[in-house]
């Protein structure tokens, strides 16, 4: 098995598209106004719910959580220099950890307040 999708809240849509399309760069692949964006990652799908909406029942069953997630994105090690200066020209703190000699972490915040990490898989063993 392996995860298909993850689901982070924001009860800001609007900040969160412009924070995952244009900081992040990630791939919008569909979006509900008022509902949901959805992202298309490699070999899998990042849901991004207004929980507000989609605790409500429609086409696809109820999501309800609130902001403070996390999620973790892969991130090749030698563009992490490169990650750290592109968010903290975002105007982000950027926390960076070491994992020995399997890497190294950049833990931030999204504008709800879902704790994102970017990190090469190689900080848990895989590849």
Avoid: K
């Avoid at 098995?1 to 924070?19: K, N, W």
């Avoid at 979006?31 to 507000?52: A, E, K, T």
């Avoid at 020209?89 to 926390?95: C, E, F, N, S």
Wanted: overall charge negative; proline content about 9%; glycine content about 10%.
């Amino acid at each position: 098995m392996r995860v298909l999708e993850t689901c982070l809240y924001t009860h800001d849509l609007t900040a969160a598209e412009h924070f995952y399309s244009e900081v992040l760069g990630l791939p919008l692949h569909s979006r509900v106004p008022g509902r949901h964006l959805f992202y298309r990652l490699d070999g899998s799908m990042l849901l991004i719910f207004d929980p507000r909406a989609s605790a409500q029942p429609g086409e696809v069953p109820p999501h309800a959580g609130t902001p403070g997630g996390h999620a973790c994105l892969t991130l090749d090690p030698a563009q992490t220099g490169a990650w750290e200066a592109r968010l903290r020209a975002a105007g982000l703190h950027v926390t960076r950890y070491a994992w020995g000699d399997r890497g190294e972490s950049l833990y931030f915040h999204d504008p709800a307040g879902n704790v994102l990490e970017l990190a090469p898989p190689r900080i848990w063993g895989l590849s």
